[in-house]
């Protein structure tokens, strides 16, 4: 699968919402595949809470390097994979990514991708 694809899917994910049981342990999959969670820090004093619920608005506007995944995009990945490590509830993820200026190109197909810059 190429990085376009990967990122647009990747994209769909946080818009449609990751819906599934918590993941609570460390060895059990994470939302979003090939992201490594946050790094745990040894006594620290501020960590997701499974009670919560995080809504949160990611702005994609950036324009990224063509054969690069979007950064925004593996914020995001990082971000939930890092609920998810911490026993946050898939219903208590709510996600959203709004894509404008340069960000939208993220979510091309290669396809549309080419045709809008000139085939490259």
Do not use: C
Request: net charge neutral; charged share 20%; glycine share 10%.
């Amino acid at each position: 699968m190429n990085k376009t694809m990967m990122a647009a899917a990747l994209a769909a994910g946080v818009m449609f919402g990751y819906s599934g049981r918590a993941w609570t342990q460390t060895d059990q999959k994470l939302p979003v595949a090939g992201y490594a969670p946050a790094k745990d820090i040894p006594g620290a004093r501020e960590l997701p809470n499974p009670d919560v619920d995080y809504k949160v608005v990611f702005s994609v506007a950036a324009v990224a390097k063509p054969e690069e995944i979007h950064p925004t995009l593996k914020t995001i990945a990082l971000y939930l994979n890092t609920l998810a490590h911490n026993g946050v509830p898939a219903g208590h993820r709510h996600i959203a990514a709004v894509f404008h200026q340069g960000g939208g190109d993220a979510v091309l197909a290669d396809d549309v991708y080419k045709a809008r810059h000139n085939g490259t």
